[in-house]
């Protein structure tokens, strides 16, 4: 089973070091730089697991998570 998996972190080297880390098999992995952009693409199409930087540059990650749920 595929599964979508969206990391957001200003850190690209290290989002794209956990984008190896994550996938198992066919699993999609996304990464995004700003908070605002992850909220964006998990409105459009939500993840099965999202993972958040606490500190992003345009809103922490708990914030985040708070409004992806809602």
């Known amino acids: ?11 690209k080297e290290i989002a794209d070091r956990i984008a190896v880390c994550l996938p ?3 699993d ?4 995004c730089l ?3 952009d ?5 409105r459009e199409t939500p993840p099965d697991l999202a993972v958040f930087d606490a500190t992003l540059p345009d ?3 708990f914030s985040c998570f708070s409004a ?3």
């Open 24 to 26: 198992n098999g066919g």
């Open 59 to 61: 809103r922490d990650g």
């Open 1 to 11: 089973m595929s599964e979508t998996i969206r990391i957001a972190g200003d850190e």
């Open 34 to 36: 700003t908070g605002e």
């Open 68 to 70: 992806g749920i809602s």
């Open 28 to 31: 999609t992995v996304q990464t």
């Open 38 to 42: 992850a909220l964006k693409r998990i």
